[in-house]
C-alpha cells in the first residue's frame, strides 16, 4: 500500500505532517523576509512544528504562496486538492 506525507496552505498559513518541510520553509521565508512574525504554531506529540500563520510578507503574499507551490513541486510534491483559490492540498509518496 502506498504512503503519503501530507500538505496544506491556505492563504497565510501552512500545514504538513512532515516537520521537516516545516520547518525549512519558516528558515527560507525568514531569510527572504526579516520582517516576517510568525503569529501561530503548532506541534506534535515529539514537540515538532507541524503548522504555522504568518505575516509580515511586505505586500507580496500572493508572490510567497506560488514561490512556496513552486517549491513543493520541484520538492516531489504534487496538488492533489483545492478548495476555492487559496486552499490547495498537496501529497508526496513516501518510499517505504
Not at 73 to 82: D, H, N, R, T, V
Request: proline share 2%.
Amino acid at each position: 500500500m502506498k504512503s503519503f506525507k501530507y500538505a496544506q496552505m491556505d492563504y497565510n498559513s501552512f500545514y504538513s505532517t512532515d516537520s521537516h518541510v516545516v520547518q525549512w520553509f519558516l528558515s527560507e521565508l525568514g531569510k527572504k523576509f526579516p520582517s516576517l512574525k510568525i503569529e501561530e504554531t503548532s506541534k506534535d506529540l515529539s514537540g515538532d512544528i507541524v503548522r504555522w500563520s504568518i505575516r509580515g510578507l511586505s505586500g507580496k503574499d500572493n508572490e510567497v504562496r506560488y514561490w512556496m507551490h513552486q517549491q513543493l513541486c520541484q520538492m516531489g510534491w504534487e496538488p492533489f486538492a483545492a478548495n476555492g483559490s487559496y486552499e490547495i492540498h498537496f501529497r508526496a509518496e513516501v518510499n517505504n
